[in-house]
């Protein structure tokens, strides 16, 4: 199983929602991430947990909040966003044997709008 | 600050043709330097290089990387249509600065 799951696929949201993005893997990987990707960006990282404990914060505003309830699952949970903050979400792992990222398979992403 | 250039920007092409994709790079502590296809939604592995002057070579796509003069190029060989894609190169860094930094992608287009 070399799959990253995230759901959902798509996210509609008003600005004072509050709703939660999810990823799973079972692939035994202990290095788990956020990316933003906008249209026609690359993705850009904003979180990187390690062996469940958040190890990279990219200066992401407290409106997205991460959490790793354990070594397969991750999950980011959203308040307050702005339309601005709309954007494909993408969820990654690696092996992180050595803190090293090394190849990172991502998962599908969910599509985030923010009216 | 991590930095990865990426060009051309955008590049058009006829199947059967052969494309080099440019990738230079700034990085502090250089672990590895990652290639990734990106079609319409997650991007999926291509290579991952850490020493300069190896080639890695998976069917018609290969790539070597130049840790002297901080670059790396990935070369596609009788292209097809299904090489239609984003193609991203990403740096590593290390000793503390160890994530991923993305460059703006390469766009290739192939036209049957």
């Known amino acids: 199983d070399t799959e990253v799951t995230q759901t959902p696929k798509h996210l509609v949201m008003g600005m004072t929602n509050k709703k939660s993005l999810k990823c799973e893997q079972h692939?035994?990987?202990?290095?788990m991430y956020w990316y933003k990707q906008k249209a026609k960006k690359p993705p850009e990282l904003m979180f990187v947990?390690?062996?469940?404990?958040?190890?990279i914060n990219e200066s992401v505003p407290s409106r997205f909040s991460p959490e790793c309830p354990n070594s397969s699952l991750l999950n980011l949970h959203l308040h307050a966003l702005q339309p601005e903050d709309s954007a494909l979400y993408l969820c990654?792992?690696?092996?992180?044997?050595?803190?090293?990222?090394?190849?990172?398979?991502f998962g599908e992403g969910s599509r985030l709008t923010v009216l | 600050e991590d930095k990865v250039v990426q060009s051309p920007l955008s590049l058009v092409v006829h199947e059967g043709d052969t494309v080099t994709l440019n990738c230079s790079y700034e990085?502090?502590?250089?672990?590895?330097l990652l290639w990734y296809k990106q079609e319409k939604k997650a991007p999926t592995f291509l290579f991952m290089l850490?020493?300069?002057?190896i080639e890695k070579k998976s069917g018609r796509l290969s790539s070597i990387l130049d840790k002297k003069e901080l670059f790396s190029i990935l070369n596609i060989t009788a292209t097809q249509t299904g090489d239609s894609a984003v193609y991203l190169c990403?740096?590593?860094?290390?000793?503390?600065?160890?994530?991923?930094?993305f460059g703006t992608g390469t766009r290739l287009t192939i036209i049957p």
């Open positions: 990654a792992s690696s092996q992180g044997r050595t803190g090293a990222t090394g190849e990172l398979f």
């Open positions: 692939m035994g990987h202990r290095a």
């Open positions: 947990y390690s062996y469940e404990k958040l190890s």
């Open positions: 990085v502090t502590n250089f672990r590895s």
């Open positions: 850490t020493s300069s002057g």
């Open positions: 990403a740096v590593e860094g290390d000793f503390g600065n160890e994530k991923l930094t």
